[in-house]
């Protein structure tokens, strides 16, 4: 039996937030089998908490040069990834990206041939880039008795797109604009998903995790004939309340006592995205501090829990770093959280000045 300390200690282990990597950016990438990217500047500072070396270079060149992409996956959520595992992470995804249509679109798409949607789109898209608002009225044009924004929707998820660069590019940044995988990468995805090979990457990165979990990461439903087949080949654990977990024999799971340092995570980290039981690393009560009408705050740890959400303000000639803890903090816990959040301030905006990071309050940077 693992306690909900000892998940949680096995999860930042495995996430690189118990130790910083020595890793590359894309090394990272790939070890998380993706990072959540809807927010596009939210890598960053993910990677950051993550790597004892990272600048932001290291990811805008990554962008620029096609050896990673932001592309929707699991869930049908923006995710940046390696450009190789797009191929192989798509297939996997495209049951959650066909539910999407069917659920969230189905009403508006009746009667629609959503295959000539779909290539009319590609044919747009191998002509040049496109703005969402440029595909929506293009797709609009010839078929004006449907939404725009649900035509749209189909060529995203049936035709695998790409954001491309100077989108998420740290300092230059812009609006999204698209393009097809294929043809921003040069290669095709994957014919189908390895499913056992996809999830025993996820085990390593997120484990132990029981059959929901994988679930909800993936976005998809059915799985556990895929843990049944890898069965013989995992470790078997209960949590507290007797829920079956699989893992990876030999991955880390320290114990409930290991140290945990505070930890920033951007908005929609994955680690607080990747299980149906996420009390591991966030309580109740926190979640409903961090969950928003419009996604998800970005928080900061404390002894392996989210304690906190934090903000960064930009201006000219300065950062603020805003933090709002949702606890009251112990004098140890608030120098560790105003040392932490001065280096990340310092990874932010280099060279700005004022060095604190306030607990409660707002600390510029001059």
């Known amino acids: 039996m693992l306690g909900q300390r000892e998940l949680g200690r096995a999860l930042l282990a495995?996430?690189?937030?118990?130790?910083?990597?020595?890793?590359?950016?894309?090394?990272?990438?790939?070890?998380?089998?993706?990072?959540?990217?809807?927010?596009p500047y939210a890598p960053y500072f993910g990677l950051w908490s993550r790597l004892r070396s990272f600048g932001t270079a290291d990811l805008a060149d990554a962008l620029t040069q096609r050896r990673l992409v932001r592309i929707a996956l699991m869930r049908s959520t923006v995710h940046l990834v390696t450009a190789a595992d797009y191929r192989s992470l798509r297939p996997w995804a495209q049951p959650a990206l066909d539910r999407e249509l069917d659920t969230a679109f189905g009403a508006v798409l009746t009667g629609l041939d959503r295959v000539a949607v779909a290539a009319s789109g590609r044919a747009l898209l191998d002509a040049r880039h496109l703005t969402p608002k440029e595909l929506r009225a293009a797709l609009h044009e010839r078929w004006p008795d449907h939404q725009p924004h649900a035509l749209a929707t189909v060529v995203r998820n049936l035709v695998p797109l790409v954001q491309v660069p100077p989108r998420a590019v740290w300092g230059i940044g812009g609006t999204t604009r698209y393009a097809t995988a294929d043809g921003w990468t040069g290669a095709e995805p994957a014919p189908a998903a390895d499913c056992?090979?996809?999830v025993l990457r996820y085990l390593a990165a997120f484990g132990p995790a029981s059959v929901a979990d994988v679930?909800?990461?993936?976005?998809?439903?059915?799985?556990?004939?895929?843990?049944?087949?890898l069965r013989p080949q995992l470790a078997v654990?209960?949590?507290?309340?007797?829920?079956?977990?699989?893992?990876l024999p030999d991955a880390p799971r320290p114990g409930a006592d290991a140290p945990a340092?505070?930890?920033?995570?951007?908005?929609?980290?994955n680690l607080l995205a990747s299980h149906a039981d996420r009390t591991r690393v966030i309580s109740q009560e926190a979640r409903k501090q961090v969950m928003t009408r419009n996604g998800m705050r970005a928080t900061f740890l404390v002894d392996g829990q989210v304690t906190g959400a934090w903000k960064l303000h930009r201006g000219r000639t300065s950062a603020t770093l805003e933090i709002d803890p949702f606890r009251p903090l112990t004098a140890t816990e608030r120098a560790e959280v105003e040392?932490?959040?001065?280096?990340?301030l310092e990874f932010a905006a280099p060279g700005a000045g004022h060095d604190d990071a306030m607990t409660g309050e707002k600390s510029d940077r001059q």
Do not use: S
Request: cysteine-free; overall charge negative; proline content about 4%.
């Open 261 to 269: 340092p505070v930890r920033f995570l951007p908005e929609y980290d």
């Open 215 to 229: 679930q909800t990461w993936a976005g998809r439903t059915r799985l556990r004939p895929v843990l049944d087949r």
């Open 196 to 198: 056992e090979h996809i």
């Open 339 to 344: 040392t932490e959040g001065a280096r990340m």
């Open 14 to 39: 495995r996430q690189w937030l118990l130790e910083r990597a020595d890793a590359t950016a894309e090394e990272a990438v790939t070890w998380l089998v993706g990072m959540q990217a809807q927010a």
């Open 237 to 247: 654990f209960r949590d507290e309340r007797g829920v079956e977990l699989f893992d």
